[in-house]
């Protein structure tokens, strides 16, 4: 969420009044993001807790959209 695509999808998203659940890769990422509203919640993007952080955030809902640039071992798996 942080890079430039990133960040403009959660703009956008955030813009049409949706829940935005940004994944990044440090704590300071996610406060910038936070800061600049783009993201109601940010989950840790180097690790594959994300999809338990995700289903957190959500009540056990998980996500309607993801947009997802991580192709390593267990990240396209774990977005779905």
Known sequence: A???VGSAFCKL???RGSRVIGSVGSKWKREI???Y?????GV??????FRAEVLSCTGGL?????VNSLTSDGFVEASL
């Open 33 to 35: 993001l936070s800061g």
């Open 44 to 49: 840790d993007s180097r690790s594959l807790t």
């Open 62 to 66: 998980g996500s309607s959209i993801v």
């Open 13 to 15: 998203l955030k813009g």
């Open 2 to 4: 942080a890079g430039g």
């Open 37 to 41: 509203g783009y993201v109601d919640y």
